[in-house]
């Protein structure tokens, strides 16, 4: 064989190696396991995934249809098992406090969102009091927020990760959903979230938009649109994190919340919110509350957390891939109570997430990978309605 045939060979090889490398991944494997109008259920990788679409009511009537036993089973731990704990810790009856949030956040809700939440609950077999409280509960999570970008990662794009640290001693996890949620008139982006939620408190939307949240003080500041209702609403409207930012400036807000948002624009920044105010914090920005962040880089932690989590960025900087980071959030950056992490590219819409096992942490849990684009068109080639255009109130 000549010389020239051989370089040819070699260039071709070449050529299907680098495409090999650089080609998105293949669509998931899903299997359908439910129908319902305007959604489905499905599984793949072992996780199950949920898509709802169309009007409020209609994603809310398709949610309870498909994933009822699930939402009856996370409505019952989180006001009865949960609700029992606090009590006893608080000395003050749970439905009390509960009816307490629903009364003063109401006015800052959304109509589309109790619509949707009542219309889940119908379908479900849940009384619309318990779907609302179990939307409702004021999370406290005690959490991690790592995004970085350029001289960081390995390839110059951003990855945005996600820690939930929150009570996984009390099965949340088996409600473990990634939900699709195309409302009318407004953007599709996924929760890696649970069966029976409607709020989000980690996502991504269709024009590469990222969030992940962590809670800090004040509870009892209820005079506000819930957090996770603020973030679903962040995902439905904004296409950029300078857009997000406004719209969590805008919105009345409860209690004490850290943010990181991350877009395909490479833009990526932390924000500390509370009910006064709405606090900045860039990449490479250096804080007292926080230890050294290099360049390119933004962490939102505990104090002890994020020192592991900067260390470890150092050792692996300017080489951060996607499993790289999934090493970098192993504990104790992700703590014992690991609920769920997730790895956002937002750029090409892919997410690598683990759910906590039933004894061990999300951390310690194999990762599965999805597409939001692919998830939406395996949901459009599989549906007989396109999505309507107009808005929704």
């Known amino acids: 064989m000549s010389a020239r045939r051989i370089g040819g060979h070699l260039f071709a090889a070449f050529v299907l190696w680098t495409w090999t490398l650089l080609a998105p991944a293949a669509p998931p494997e899903l299997t359908v396991v439910g129908r319902a109008p305007h959604g489905l259920l499905a599984t793949g990788q072992g996780k199950r995934f949920l898509f709802v679409e169309g009007t409020p009511a209609e994603m809310g009537t398709a949610h309870g249809t498909l994933a009822g036993p699930l939402a009856r089973k996370l409505t019952e731990t989180v006001l009865y098992v949960v609700g029992a704990g606090e009590s006893l810790h608080s000395g003050r009856w749970f439905m009390d406090t509960m009816a307490e949030i629903e009364q003063r956040t109401g006015p800052h809700i959304p109509k589309r969102f109790i619509e949707e939440c009542d219309a889940l609950s119908d379908a479900a077999g849940v009384p619309r009091r318990d779907g609302r409280y179990a939307n409702l509960f004021p999370e406290r999570f005690h959490c991690s927020g790592i995004a970085v970008r350029g001289k960081a990662t390995q390839d110059g794009r951003v990855l945005h ?3 939930l640290d929150y009570m996984s001693d009390v099965n949340l996890q088996a409600g473990a959903t990634v939900v699709v949620f195309m409302p009318t008139g407004r953007h599709a982006w996924m929760s890696l979230g649970y069966a029976g939620f409607i709020g989000t408190v980690t996502a991504m939307n269709e024009n590469r938009l ?8 004040g509870e009892g500041q209820w005079d506000g649109m819930p957090m996770s209702l603020l973030l679903r609403d962040v995902m439905e409207r904004a ?8 719209i969590i400036r805008a919105t009345p807000r409860t209690c004490e919340y850290y943010y990181v948002l991350s877009d395909k624009s ?5 924000l500390h919110c509370t009910p006064e105010r709405v606090e900045v914090l860039r990449p490479g920005q ?4 926080l230890p050294f962040i290099p ?22 900087y300017g080489k951060i891939d996607p499993a790289a ?4 959030l192993k504990r104790p950056v992700s703590m014992r109570s690991n609920l769920h992490n997730a790895v956002f590219a937002p750029e090409t819409l892919d997410m690598w997430f683990a759910d906590a096992g039933r004894a061990t942490p999300a951390c310690d849990e194999p990762y599965a990978h999805c597409n939001l684009a692919e998830l939406l068109e395996f949901y459009k080639s599989l549906s007989q309605a396109p999505r309507r255009l107009d808005k929704s109130s």
């Open 266 to 270: 490479r833009a990526m920044l932390g």
């Open 325 to 328: 980071m999934i090493e970098i």
């Open 295 to 316: 360049e390119d880089t933004v962490i939102v932690s505990g104090r002890d957390r994020a020192e592991v989590a900067s260390q470890r960025i150092q050792e692996r």
């Open 161 to 163: 990760a996600r820690v």
């Open 286 to 289: 250096q804080d007292p509350r």
């Open 239 to 246: 296409a950029t994190v300078d857009e997000a930012v406004e």
């Open 210 to 217: 990222a969030v992940g949240e962590m809670g800090g003080r």
